[in-house]
């Protein structure tokens, strides 16, 4: 017997919450191994052409609310590494030079 549609969305909204508080905590990897597991249950709940209700339209808005959440803070992630990158990139320019006036 397959699964409901209503239990793979709640499923794939436990995940999302999931992935949100993950995302909140920077743990990256964890995020994207639950990424695969979500995708697979939204694949299934939307595999057949059965129109959605109020049901599924609600769990699809909260995924989505709870997806933008987590890009905002994987974009949050992504700057705050960029910058220490060039701040050590920086630096180690600044010892070169330091080193190179030194000889």
Do not use: C
Request: proline share 2%; charged share 30%; net charge neutral.
């Amino acid at each position: 017997m397959q699964p409901s549609r209503h239990r793979l969305l709640d499923e794939a909204l436990a995940l999302s919450q999931r992935m949100a508080e993950l995302g909140d905590s920077n743990e990256w990897t964890s995020v994207i191994e639950l990424e695969s597991q979500r995708r697979s249950l939204l694949e299934q709940a939307f595999a057949t052409h059965v129109p959605a209700d109020e049901f599924v339209a609600q769990r699809v808005r909260s995924i989505l609310d709870l997806d933008k959440r987590l890009m905002a803070r994987s974009v949050d992630a992504r700057e705050r590494i960029a910058a220490e990158i060039s701040a050590s990139s920086k630096g180690r320019k600044a010892a070169s030079a330091y080193h190179a006036t030194g000889r």
